[in-house]
């Protein structure tokens, strides 16, 4: 059988970065074929190259067998091929219709369109509303539009960058469903995912890329998560490790009947009772879009609550507090989208460093003028601890891949060492060792006496880190227990808000 697509000896180079170094590979029709490799490995810049998005350096790509120049995105969507960026390339001020519309070429009938939407979404599994404003759709119900916006494309290849990163276990659930429809009608899919789990079961072939060579191809059916691991990083992963009976100090993180106004579709918090005690880790767990942006908008007070003491930090009432006076008690925080809200994109890491660390570290910036050199310190203690890779000394936030920018983010806050900290997503798109030492330094900071709530959709990352668990539906908040209380149909019922009768009494 004749490949679909083949990478011929790809070598991309940036500056003095070679992200990708002689790369072969080959997709066949009907294929779900994974992309594996740690973060910088060279994977987004590769399937860039194949979305025509960038060119390169040398070497070429083939399609059924012919060799091929993939000039621009819309010459490979003619050519048939579909992509799902890891950083979603929507316009929020538009509505899923009219994102959808801006991909397609000439004319169209938002009507007639919508209607399309619809049909195609419903028929596939991932409903989307064609009315919906971009700006109030949840990040998993935002994908739904990027994959039903190719879908309409009728693509011979889709590609498809960490696509269960922002989507709950039934989520992914379907999604592998519509994967496997795709496939069975002959449409190919280019699948990267740190998920190794779900490699196994998804995917019947795999190419492994690190420092931007291929080391490895396989079928991962045959490997293990650990072997799969082993071959990404080249060494074996660290487990995580949890102290069992560890002490627990006092309550650092109250929430005393929090409350928040329901703002045009932003999901209202109800009456949220937690008590987060120094030396623990507390997950929430939930479906997308039941409220944990505005629990953590709360929290870091982004947005007010509805009285002072709604937000208790080390027995300080705080909930009329902005986030800079909270930072200055002692507390950080890491939202879940890192470019554009977690880090500016245009800046460099240096400067990103400042947004956040100008109240709390002395000498940072002091009567309006930055201290350059101590914040290219602090970047670069954060770029070494974490393993941030990137092409230069101190580059802008959205040269990155995603991965490593979520490394930077949440190391940032966790190099400070404060004493409450709430993250949402912490290991969003990060490879299999990087998830690792990620949880381990949450785990390490709770045991140090800190605080540490985790806001994450990944109940195998919540079940490794937490001490106590509860669960969020349509904003309201079950009541936090002991992990060993919970099961996964437990979790399940509860995010379906079995919980908010009982809680609410």
């Known amino acids: 059988m004749v490949d679909l697509l083949a ?45 025509g998005a960038l060119q390169p350096s040398s070497g070429h790509f083939e399609w059924l067998g012919k060799q091929i120049a993939i000039e621009s995105p819309s ?59 971009i700006a109030d759709l949840s990040v998993g119900q935002r994908q739904r539009v990027e994959i039903v916006r190719c879908l309409l494309q009728n693509p011979k290849l889709l590609i498809l960058d960490e696509p269960t990163s922002v989507l709950t276990p039934q989520e ?55 072997s799969l691991a082993r071959m990404m990083v080249g060494t074996d992963v660290e487990a995580v490790h949890a102290t069992i009976n560890h002490h627990l100090g006092p309550v650092r993180l109250a929430l005393n009947a929090l409350s928040t106004k329901a ?16 030396g623990e880790v507390v997950a929430i767990a939930g479906v997308a879009g039941n409220g944990q942006s505005e629990f953590f908008d709360a929290l870091s007070g982004e947005t007010a609550a509805n009285r ?34 977690a880090a500016v994109p245009a800046f460099a890491l240096s400067n990103n460093t400042v947004l956040t660390r100008h109240a709390v570290d002395e000498g940072l910036a002091k009567r309006g003028v930055i201290n350059l050199s101590m914040a290219m310190r602090i970047a670069g203690k954060v770029i070494a601890a974490y393993d941030v890779r990137k092409g230069k000394p101190d580059p802008e936030a959205r040269s990155l891949s995603g991965g490593n920018l979520q490394k930077f983010t949440v190391g ?48 195998d990352e919540i079940f490794e880190i937490a001490d106590r668990i509860a669960v969020i539906s349509r904003g309201q908040l079950s ?25 609410a009494a």
């Not at 990478?7 to 029709?29: C, E, H, M, P, Y």
């Not at 009432?317 to 470019?339: D, H, Q, S, Y």
């Not at 969003?428 to 785990?443: M, N, P, S």
């Open 75 to 133: 010459a490979a969507r003619a050519l048939g091929v579909g992509m799902v960026f890891q950083h979603f390339s929507l316009f929020e001020a538009l509505t899923a219709a009219e994102n959808i519309a801006l991909a397609l070429p000439g004319k169209f009938d938002v009507n007639t369109l919508s209607e399309r939407v619809r049909k195609l979404s419903a028929d596939y599994g991932l409903p989307v509303d064609p009315a919906a404003s």
């Open 172 to 226: 992914a659930d379907q999604l592998f469903i519509t994967l496997r429809r795709l496939a069975a009608e002959g449409c190919a899919v280019l699948y990267i995912s740190h998920r190794l789990e779900e490699v196994r079961q998804l995917c019947s072939a795999a190419t492994v890329l690190r420092h931007g060579k291929v080391v490895a191809a396989c079928d991962p059916r045959k490997e293990t998560p650990a």
């Open 308 to 341: 002072a003491d709604a937000v208790m930090m080390d027995g300080v009432p705080c909930g009329f507090e902005n986030i800079t006076r909270r930072r200055k008690r002692g507390a950080a925080f890491v939202p879940e989208e890192r470019l554009g809200h």
């Open 412 to 459: 940032r806050e966790l190099e400070r060492r404060p004493g409450i900290l709430v993250v949402n997503q912490p290991t969003w798109g990060v490879d299999a060792g990087a998830a690792a030492t990620i949880r381990q330094a949450l785990i390490d900071l709770a045991r140090s006496g800190s605080a540490v709530v985790v806001i994450s959709q990944d109940l």
């Open 7 to 51: 990478a011929k000896n790809i070598v991309k180079i940036f500056g003095t970065l070679r992200a990708n170094d002689d790369v072969s590979l080959s997709v066949k029709q009907g294929e779900i074929h994974a992309l594996l490799g740690e973060n910088g490995a060279g994977k987004s810049t590769l399937v860039k190259m194949i979305y």
């Open 263 to 278: 703002d045009g579709f932003a999901v209202a918090m109800k009456n949220a009772m937690l008590e987060v005690r120094g």
């Open 479 to 503: 009541r936090a227990e002991p992990k060993n209380t919970w099961t996964l149909e437990k979790i399940g019922l509860a995010m379906a808000g079995a919980h908010e009768v009982a809680h």
